[in-house]
């Protein structure tokens, strides 16, 4: 069976830190892996990762995949309060034409002032 | 439309009363999901559509849980007989390709069975 694993599950940090999060993954036929920033209801997508070893970066948020090892990071430097979220992680296999998303349970990163 | 609209953002219902919860995806995103968050969990997959290919429904948790999808439009879930372990927030989310290109997520139904 398909599998995301995240750790830590829960994070709390002062602003200015930086953080690292991670997802490992099982998933026979592995096509890209996703990371999502869920605040309230609706997860908002911040990255795809298809190739191994390529760093994606957006603002503060870097990204990277290591398909050796089955795993990816999230890093978030100078954390801000605003930065407080679930972050989800989420797998896309192919499966005999079904490309459902895997989610992981996801780490909760608090920010403290 | 800008982006995927799920409707209605809040329902309450009374225990054993058929629910429907409409999601409208991104114009031209062929893949569509439905996924079930309860209070503090991760994202339960619930069905995914793709086309006109027969949809993948392995994660439907029982046989009162249907969907439905006319073509690359709107979607509708319905879940029958209501129970309070249905209550949860329902997650809609559409990709242009699955798997290759990023989901978006819909703001989400929260479904609360009294």
């Known amino acids: 069976e398909d599998k995301v694993v995240q750790s830590p599950l829960s994070l709390v940090v002062h602003e200015g830190d930086t953080v690292t999060l991670n997802c490992s993954y099982e998933?026979?036929?592995?096509?890209?892996l996703l990371w999502y920033k869920q605040e309230k209801k609706a997860p908002t997508f911040l990255f795809m990762l298809?190739?191994?070893?390529i760093e994606k970066k957006s603002g503060r948020l870097s990204s990277i995949l290591d398909k050796k090892e089955l795993s990816s990071i999230l890093n978030i430097t100078a954390t801000q309060t605003g930065d407080s979220a679930i972050y989800l992680c989420?797998?896309?296999?192919?499966?005999?034409?079904?490309?459902?998303?895997?989610f992981g349970k996801g780490t909760k990163l608090t920010v403290n002032p | 439309g800008a982006g995927v609209s799920q409707s209605p953002s809040n329902k309450v219902t009374e225990k054993g009363k058929d629910v429907e919860l409409r999601c409208d995806p991104i114009?031209?995103?062929?893949?569509l999901y439905w996924y079930r968050q309860r209070l503090g969990q991760g994202l339960e997959f619930l069905i995914y559509?793709?086309?006109?290919?027969?949809?993948?429904k392995s994660g439907l948790p029982s046989d009162r849980f249907s969907a439905e999808r006319t073509g690359e439009s709107v979607s509708t879930l319905t879940i029958q007989r209501t129970q309070q372990e249905d209550s949860a927030v329902y997650l809609c989310a559409s990709s242009f390709v699955a798997g290759g290109t990023e989901a978006f997520f819909g703001q989400g139904t929260r479904l609360t069975v009294v």
């Open positions: 989420a797998v896309a296999p192919t499966q005999g034409g079904s490309e459902k998303l895997v």
């Open positions: 114009s031209g995103h062929t893949a």
């Open positions: 998933v026979t036929n592995f096509r890209s």
């Open positions: 559509f793709q086309g006109n290919s027969a949809p993948d």
């Open positions: 298809t190739s191994s070893g």
